[in-house]
């Protein structure tokens, strides 16, 4: 009895309670599912590697790290498709200039996708750090992340993007 009072007043991380809903529901999901077992060859170091990475994330053991890693693959493929609707953040780092930051709202206002929330933060007195998150076909984000990546002054720009199943698409306001 004294050994479940000091689990229970345990303090825990951020973290640990994450990875804890994480694996409550991976278990109740893989109830759910009939799992199929297959065998995969592959080179000792890289499973030492993989081995190394599901221990540091702090997964119940390989197969929900496969999984993982297979619905990322599934998604990125889903993604370059080019119609799937989904959402995906631009990050960008530019020199502060009023001309671009027009521009760039300019080619927020006309794009195909809708940029639903932007962050800005003034990361030092020259440049910028831009957060754009947007909704809408993986086509239309990928032009709108091209199109704000190509502008003079945009020093730095990565775009994560992912689909997701079932979306409706809505645009609240016209241009």
Known sequence: MADVKRVLLKCVTFSEIVLFIRRVCATRVVIDMQLKRFGVS???????????MVFQKG?????????????????????????VIGFASLNIVFRHNPRLMAELLKQQH????????TLHTH????????????????KGI??????????????????????????????????
């Open 59 to 83: 997964y119940i053991g390989r197969s929900e790290a496969i999984r993982d890693a297979m619905r990322l693959f599934i998604s990125k493929y889903r993604w370059e498709l080019d119609e």
């Open 123 to 138: 990361i030092t007195k020259t440049h910028c750090f831009e957060i754009l998150t947007m909704k809408g076909t993986s």
């Open 142 to 175: 990928k032009r709108l992340s091209d199109r704000i990546s190509g502008l003079s002054g945009i020093e730095f720009a990565e775009l994560f993007a992912f689909p997701l199943p079932n979306i409706e698409m809505k645009h609240d306001h016209s241009h």
């Open 110 to 117: 006309d794009a195909e996708a809708q940029v639903i929330s």
């Open 42 to 52: 592959i080179p000792e170091e890289l499973l030492d590697r993989f081995d190394e």
